[in-house]
């Protein structure tokens, strides 16, 4: 084996540190942290315009800053380095079912609660309220995703527990408070509580008319009464969590429930915690299996009417499901063409290399889609007293719920490769977006459940598919490919025979309809020009990279890429 040589000196200059010099560090990217993920991010500014929020222009600046620091992001991989564990009893022996997370869950915590995700646009509802909560949302979630889902939860949580208004009153203000109270205590003692949700059981998730956990009235029976829940529940988020709503057997079929974790007299409701479960992804964030040993809990809307109460939170759940999903594409993107801005080979950055640019633009691409179909659903939850936006998102949220979160694992393995061998390793961020990736997919029902309730809402609402069409349509006359694609598409849906078998087929076209349609209505001219040719006109390719010639690659990956450094 050759000693390599120090490049100056003399060996009696270097004396014992001669050999010791192996090499210099070259050839090597900054680390992608101090930047503004707001500023940095051409695609999100412009959709937070189009979609009107403008007005919240410098606080998000602010919060990009924030979610950028070195400090926030370090927080993001402490968090995951060390996993909750459960405390099931004391050293006493009592009951505790108690979750013990790092400190650095708790602080991200307490920057998203302190920053009203969970709150403001039940706060300060109006012109772009879910927006401007949105666009925070796409850029903390970068920083670490599993601790957003019970923020996601307690936001959610609120159209569902205003259905029972004496119980809203009890819960609301301590909901929608802008601080974080991690103590394992009675809520009575907190002024901000958290919220989760359980609804899976071991027989089944998608099917949860199935559950076979039973309620027993406590003494009247009936919306906003008493309960005690016996049975068991096979995931449970963040059981950590102040209070939950529960589905539960009534003899009047299934009903809602909101169960505090601890009762009103201060002790501990018996809702017991058997293990965590060991996930491969959403490491941060604890998931459980519980067992109700007579749980105290309050019927939330009418006997029997479960699933329709339920069904407000799980709308909202699936929507952030679309914007953390669009998030860990944008965090990929970012980290790719960060890498390949600044490493080389073969005498050339990588990004410079039209291959590596076909990859790139195309990663681009999907991310800034998935994001303007994000921030347009924002919107229309914004204008829900629209009929238009109303239909509009009652279809485009499975539509987009469905498609973005099924986008996301390939292209986060695609964008761990543009870093090569580096990108698998765990002291970087790319393998926790990879085994973050099918989470969203899989909770607040899997794909195929999306693209059947997209089914359910144009059978039972006709009008939602019209509404969508219109709104697509607005791009009519733009590009050939986009009117080409639409029409056909429209023709599809005349025959509803076999629906269900071709399901998904539908659903993947109307989501890129609509996405087509937003990127040249509103998007960079590059963009959707791109976007057409590779998603609406196919040239045989499968995999990410199969762009056709004639496409401006290097202005939409200089639109992507964040420059540090
Ligand atoms: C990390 C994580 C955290 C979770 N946290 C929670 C939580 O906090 N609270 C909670 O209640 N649940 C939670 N879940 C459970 C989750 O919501 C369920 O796993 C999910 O709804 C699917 O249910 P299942 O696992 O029982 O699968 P199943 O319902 O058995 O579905 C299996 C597959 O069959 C498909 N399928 C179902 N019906 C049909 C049909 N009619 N036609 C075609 N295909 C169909 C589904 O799309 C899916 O792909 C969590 C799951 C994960 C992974």
Redesign the pocket.
Known sequence: MNTPQPTSGTPEEHGDRYLAITHEVVNQPPPLENYNLYEQDIALQKAVHREGAGKAESDLKAFGALAGSAATIDLGFRANNNKPVLNTHDRFGHRIDEVDFHPSYHELMGIAFESGLHSSPWTNPGKGAHVTRAAKYYMHSQVEAAHC?PVT?TFAAMPSIRKQPELAALWESRILANSYDSRNVPDSQKSSVTI?????????????RSNSTLAYPVGAKGPGQAYELVGH??????PMCDAFLV?AQTPGGLSCFLMPRWRPDGTKNPWQIQRL?N?M??VA?A?SEVELRGALAWMIGEEGRGVPTIIEMVAMTRFDCMIGSSAGMRQAVAQATHHCRHRSAFGNRLIDQPLMQNVLADLALENEAALAYTLRIARALDSQDQEHERLLARLATPVGKYWICKRTPNHAYEAMECIGGSGVMEDCIMPRLFRESP?NA???????????DTLRAIQKEPETLDAFFLEAAKAKGADRRFDQFLAQLQNDFADISDF?YRARNLVDRLALVMQASLLLRNGDKSVADAFCASRLQSNGGMNYGNLPSGIDAAAIIKRATPVVG
């Not at 989760?196 to 949860?208: F, I, N, P, R």
């Not at 029902?445 to 059947?452: K, R, Y």
């Open positions: 889902c939860m989760g949700m359980a609804m899976t059981e071991k027989q089944g998730g998608s099917d949860v529940k096979w995931f449970v988020s963040a589905l479960k996930k992804g959403n964030n998931s989470v899989i909770w607040e029902g899997s794909g195929n459940v999306q693209c059947l269900q």
